[in-house]
């Protein structure tokens, strides 16, 4: 079968692809240590599954609106202003299927063919793909450990042509844990309004971070960076609802609408019942994101101070989300030769970091129990004592 040429131009998602494998090999009795998902292993909080619950037993099982339920785009509105200081209604918002639905929208309701959209390296690996798909071009810009992984302003300005439409900023990182501070933020938000380009920040980590690590969402900075921001954010990580496929985006009405257009026609609502879940989520008491965030603390901990017991490997500190990203350039071997012997002789799984637009690294997730990740860096040692 002839196949659309979009096909070959996009690579299936490897962290599903890795996970899955990982997942199959555990189901067939094998004892295998998974660092590849990008995913809570919290069960989701009570008091939200109660809601989706009450939801559907209320009838909430019908079509509704395309760009969600009132109720929840004014929940997003309000945690918007009151968490970001973002001055949103619920005109500015549309609930999507997840964090990558969002994107994915907005990318087809922005981008004209080559458009370009600028993304630093290491980036989380659906970025490029859906910005092909929306036949726009991906403007990699590599960082380096060295700059903790950041984009700096004069690169962000070197990356800009006159076809750049968009810039796409992520913090904290997916696959780095990196987080800009405030004072980053800033910097790069005068280039974005100097350069009058627009920005999707992608906020889908805010909630975990470490530390004394603060996130600034870029659109409060000016009202001059404001009119050119998009949100992306969703439920996933912050309240392990990952399966809930719950997400949305929030900036100017005229573009929220045609994502609202866009999604009428692709998978029409977001399902119903979820999204009381999600209401649930947001107007009750954040003691579960405290608690969730407490356990990935002690883990980011426990993991960083084994690597740094560990010649061969090194990483910058991650200051949020729920990974780190390690140069394995000392083993003489590159991402996905690494990831495969890993998996193969010693049942740990983690992603190579080609996925991620660098091949020198791997992504470890920690968002698994603590007596998982001690097995699972064991076993890490004793493979890398064969390489050094
Ligand atoms: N953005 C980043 C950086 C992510 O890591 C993810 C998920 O892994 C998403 C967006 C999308 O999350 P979801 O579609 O599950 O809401």
């Not at 619920?90 to 999507?96: H, L």
């Not at 004069?154 to 405030?182: E, H, W």
């Amino acid at each position: 079968m002839k196949l659309a040429t979009r096909v070959g131009q996009v690579t299936p998602s490897l962290t599903l692809a890795i996970a899955a494998k990982a997942k199959a090999m555990k189901a067939d009795g094998i004892d295998v240590c998974s660092f590849s998902a990008g995913e809570p292993d919290f069960d989701t909080p009570n008091h939200i599954k109660m809601a989706a619950i009450q939801a559907l037993n209320a009838g909430k099982t019908k079509y509704g609106p395309a760009a969600g339920e009132p109720k929840l785009r004014e929940a997003i509105a309000h945690k918007l202003k009151t968490d970001n200081n973002l001055n949103y209604s619920a005109k500015n918002v549309i609930v999507t299927n997840g964090g990558k639905h969002s994107l994915f929208n907005l990318m087809l309701a922005l981008l004209d063919p080559g458009d370009e959209v600028i993304i630093p390296a290491p980036f989380w690996l659906s970025y490029p793909e859906m910005v092909t798909l929306a036949g726009g071009v991906s403007v990699i810009v590599s960082t380096t450990a060295e700059s903790g992984y950041k984009i700096t302003p004069d690169q962000l300005r070197s990356a800009c042509t006159p076809k750049t439409k968009l810039f796409i900023l992520n913090s904290p990182s997916n696959p780095t844990g990196m987080v800009y501070s405030p004072d980053e933020i800033r910097a790069l938000a005068a280039v974005v309004v100097e350069q009058d380009i627009l920005v999707v920040s992608d906020e889908i980590y805010e909630k975990i971070l470490y530390n004394d690590a603060q996130h600034l969402s870029i659109g409060e900075v000016s009202e001059e960076v404001f009119k050119r921001t998009i949100i992306s954010n969703g439920f996933a990580k912050a309240y392990s609802m990952t399966g809930w496929r719950i997400g949305y985006l929030a900036g100017d009405a005229e573009l929220i609408q045609a994502a609202s257009t866009i999604q009428s026609h692709s998978t029409s609502n977001v399902c119903t019942f979820a999204q009381y879940g999600a209401i649930a989520a947001l107007e009750s008491e954040q003691d579960c994101v405290a608690e969730m965030l407490q356990a990935f603390a002690l883990r980011r901990v426990a993991v960083l101070e084994r690597i740094r017991g560990m010649s061969g490997i090194t990483c910058p500190e991650p200051e949020g989300a729920f990974y780190v990203f390690l140069n394995i350039t000392k083993t003489g071997m590159k991402s996905l030769k690494f990831c495969d012997a890993l998996l193969e002789s010693y049942q740990v799984a983690a992603i190579p970091g080609i996925a991620f637009g660098d091949d020198d690294c791997i992504r470890l997730s920690y968002a698994t129990d603590l007596p998982t990740i001690e097995k699972g860096l064991d076993r890490l040692e004793q493979f890398l004592q064969q390489y050094l």
